[in-house]
């Protein structure tokens, strides 16, 4: 079990600036994912918690003591790359034991740890095995509890599930979630995929170009984001984004959108310019003459519903309909929000601006 702490930590590459004095706590016993675009600062973070690089400046606290500038060995902390780990001279049980030999722990306790691990990951069956002959998930369950096998006091991931199929992947979340769920060790996973990371993360730190731009649960960056990066990074189709020409004052309740009135949860900050944000699916079409006009551009079909793009004079308005109302391109509609699950940013600065819901979700963060 362990509780990582990073301040301040700063990685430049000559000029170049991988991550940028990143703060962050990682609290023991939670799954922590590292989410962003590919460039952004994840594998670098990770690899400076891990000790395989050293930090420009800041610092790096496990369970209170400054790891910043140990070995990787002497952290404690157990790193899961891809499917390469193993050893592929070696057989299943000799991979498991191999970190354990290096320990020079005891034979008796190796083969109980051993026998654990396997009960754990389902590979009993697979002991005596060559790993020439494992199928690829079999694999990576082996590669999992090379890590395990140790009882680090964190584990870290890098795209660990990136080389599977999508299918497989999946199953993978569901094995690896399972196995926090029991294990309860400190976790931190490095991925560009979202859905991977709703499926994974207590917490989920969403970065930028070195910056860290959220630090939330997988509801408080889908529901809460911090400025128009995440809004537009997570959530698929995006959230859709409306600019507010006459901007917002603090207090108001409602803001013009094409000369409709729309009802917004009650705002705290101000800005000249803003953006209204809203979520797809909590946009809804109505014949109501009142609501917001526009003409039906464009639909497409996913399965369980449809995304229905309304072309309005606020711009593109993407609505998630249920799959039985078929809607048709062309039709003119009128188009309603949620009032609770708007969001407003400051188009200037990007940032969200904060409003009772917003700053509730915070509070509900930082007591939860
Ligand atoms: P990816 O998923 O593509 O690996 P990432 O978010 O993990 O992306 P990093 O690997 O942390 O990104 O890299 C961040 C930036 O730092 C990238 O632009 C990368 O090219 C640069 N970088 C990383 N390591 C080095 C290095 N040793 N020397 C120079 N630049 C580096």
């Given amino acids: 079990m362990a509780e990582i702490i990073i301040n301040q930590l700063h990685k430049s590459f000559a000029d170049f600036v991988a991550v940028r004095n990143s703060s962050l706590k990682l609290e023991d016993g ?26 420009t400046s800041g610092q790096i606290t496990l369970d209170g003591k400054d790891v910043t500038y140990l070995r990787p060995r002497e952290r404690d ?19 498991l034991a191999f970190p354990l030999k290096n320990e020079g722990l005891p034979k008796a306790e190796i083969d109980r740890r051993i026998n654990e691990v396997a009960a754990i990951l389902r590979i009993e069956h697979l ?62 996973f490095v991925t560009h995929d979202q859905n991977e990371a709703m499926a994974l993360a207590d917490h989920i730190v969403v970065m930028n170009q070195g910056d860290i731009l959220q630090a939330d649960s997988p509801e408080g960056v889908y529901n809460f984001p911090s400025c128009v990066f995440v809004a537009q990074f997570i959530g698929r189709p995006p959230m859709n984004l409306l600019p507010l020409s006459q901007g917002v004052q603090a207090g108001v309740r409602e803001v013009k959108l094409g000369g409709v009135s729309v009802a917004i949860p009650l705002t705290i900050g101000h800005a000249n310019s803003a953006l209204l944000g809203i979520r797809p699916e909590h946009v809804m079409l109505t014949n109501d003459p009142q609501a917001i006009q526009g003409k039906i551009s464009q639909v497409e079909y996913f399965g369980s519903h449809w995304i229905v793009v309304v072309d309005t004079e606020s711009g593109l308005i993407r609505a998630m309909v249920p799959k039985t109302n078929r809607p048709n391109e062309g039709d003119v509609v009128g188009v309603q929000f949620k009032t ?29």
């Fill in 30 to 55: 939670k799954f922590v994912v590292l989410l962003g675009p590919s460039g952004c600062g994840k594998t670098t973070t990770l690899r400076m918690i891990a000790g395989l690089e050293y930090p």
């Fill in 340 to 368: 609770e699950r708007t969001v407003l940013f400051d188009a200037v600065s990007q940032q969200l601006l904060a409003s009772e819901t917003t700053q509730a979700h915070q509070r509900s963060m930082n007591h939860g």
């Fill in 127 to 188: 002991m005596n095995s060559r790993l020439s002959s494992l199928a690829g998930g079999d694999r990576q369950r082996l590669a999992l509890g090379r890590a395990i096998v140790r009882q680090p006091k964190a584990f870290l991931m890098d795209e660990p599930l990136g080389t599977l199929d999508a299918e497989f992947r999946e199953l993978m979340c569901i094995e690896l979630r399972k196995l926090h769920e029991r294990l309860k060790t400190t976790t931190v």
């Fill in 77 to 95: 902390i157990a790193m899961v790359f891809q499917l390469f780990a193993l050893y592929p001279h070696m057989g299943v049980r000799e991979n």
